[in-house]
């Protein structure tokens, strides 16, 4: 490769990487950001202008998102995958196919307005959920408001530190509990991923941004979620159930704050 095609694949490459990085500066997102402009001003000066695609343009904004949301690692694009995936069900044939995802996406912004007018349970509501949540609301099980367990459960047996950590919600907690890999939430129109789920291959859906008891935004890596019943009345058979994600921490330097980009 030509020294001068080395050097500019060098800024990319080096801008990605240090952007990646679980421990990054705002004084490195910068030069990142530098170094990410330098490669999409110079880019047709070494490849033909067709190549300069909507791809590059993409690179001049991702330390916005490192800035808004942290490191690459803790992003992903599967929120507008999944997207393309609710406008492709929505077109039925091959004429006025601009009308038919108009007319969709029309509906689907006006539903939350006129959920007001529906009552909980009636003909509408169930029209209004089918309508939104086809699949996740109706073939999987809703463990919190808005959160679906998705798959089949387990038997898992928790071990020493694993135990400990769940003991500080739930001090009564039985060493055998029920555990699943996959939740669904409604309001990021995304899943999550434990980290243990054998099947996850090509893209990390564990990474998750959490705030801890005293109210702390941290990064951490889902492992499993687990599920315990806690019997409250014999006599009536009364019990309730606590959903918990077990959460390996990730260690994201503290010398950024990811909501408040730098002053240029």
Do not use: W
Not at 142 to 166: D, P
Not at 188 to 197: A, H, K, R, T
Not at 205 to 215: A, C, E, M, N, R
């Amino acid at each position: 490769m030509p020294q001068q095609y080395l050097m500019h694949f060098t800024l990319l490459v080096r801008s990605i990487y240090n952007l990646s990085r679980e421990n990054i500066s705002g004084q490195e997102i910068d030069n990142a950001e530098q170094c990410l402009f330098k490669f999409v001003e110079l880019f047709t000066s070494f490849y033909p202008e067709r190549n300069l695609t909507m791809n590059c343009h993409q690179l001049l904004h991702i330390t916005d998102s490192v800035r808004a949301n942290g490191p690459l690692f803790a992003n992903n694009c599967f929120i507008f995958e999944d997207l393309n995936g609710y406008l492709l069900k929505n077109i039925h044939g091959t004429t006025g196919v601009e009308t038919q995802v108009i007319n969709a996406i029309t509906m689907m912004q006006a539903i939350p307005t006129l959920q007001e007018l529906y009552v909980e349970d009636s003909e509408d509501s169930v029209l209004k959920n089918s309508i939104l949540r086809p699949n996740y609301m109706y073939q999987n099980v809703c463990i919190e408001e808005g959160i679906y367990q998705l798959g089949q459960t387990f038997k898992k047996t928790l071990n020493g530190e694993e135990y400990c950590a769940v003991s500080k919600f739930l001090p009564f907690l039985d060493v055998s509990v029920v555990g699943y890999n996959k939740v669904f939430l409604v309001k990021l129109s995304c899943p999550v991923y434990g980290s243990e789920y054998g099947r996850l291959l090509k893209r990390n859906q564990s990474i998750v941004k959490f705030k801890d008891l005293s109210g702390v935004e941290k990064y951490g890596s889902v492992k499993t979620f687990i599920q315990h019943v806690q019997v409250v009345n014999t006599e009536v058979n009364s019990c309730t159930s606590h959903n918990l994600a077990l959460i390996i921490l990730l260690n994201v330097s503290q010398a950024i704050h990811f909501n408040n980009p730098p002053m240029k």
